[in-house]
Nanobody, 129 residues
């Protein structure tokens, strides 16, 4: 069983930055795909970015060039550095893990919440104009 816990959300003005963290505990499979999703009120959960166990990354078009996903394997922690934030980035952000390497269907834009087995509780990000 894997437990995930996000932190680092908050309120920021447009153009600002935030860094989200996701601490993982429990059994971590050797091959896995870690990802960030977000969900705005009234909208479906959207895949934001993924990182494979070999460090390869993928991003959704809406965040490419602004967000960076990374991981610290020694600390079992996943990060999402968010720069140049926009009001449309306002959402609850979730980290998730799939017990597989990041196959194409697990990466943006195809990634779906149903394909990720483990989830954190979410952290709110609010960007004001």
């Amino acid at each position: 069983q894997v437990q995930l816990a996000e932190s680092g959300g908050g309120s920021v003005q447009a153009g600002g930055s935030l860094r989200l963290s996701c601490a993982a505990s429990g059994y971590i499979a050797i091959r896995y795909c870690m990802g960030w999703f977000r969900q705005a009120p009234g909208k479906e959960r959207e895949g934001v970015a993924t990182i494979d166990s070999d460090g390869s990354t993928s991003y959704g078009d809406s965040v490419k060039g602004r967000f960076t996903i990374s991981q610290d394997n020694a600390k079992n922690t996943l990060y999402l550095q968010m720069n140049s934030l926009k009001p449309e980035d306002t959402a609850m952000y979730y980290c998730a893990a799939a017990s597989s390497y990041c196959r194409r269907y697990l990466r943006p834009p195809a990634m779906r919440e149903g394909d990720f087995r483990y989830w954190g509780q979410g952290t709110q990000v609010t960007v004001s104009s």
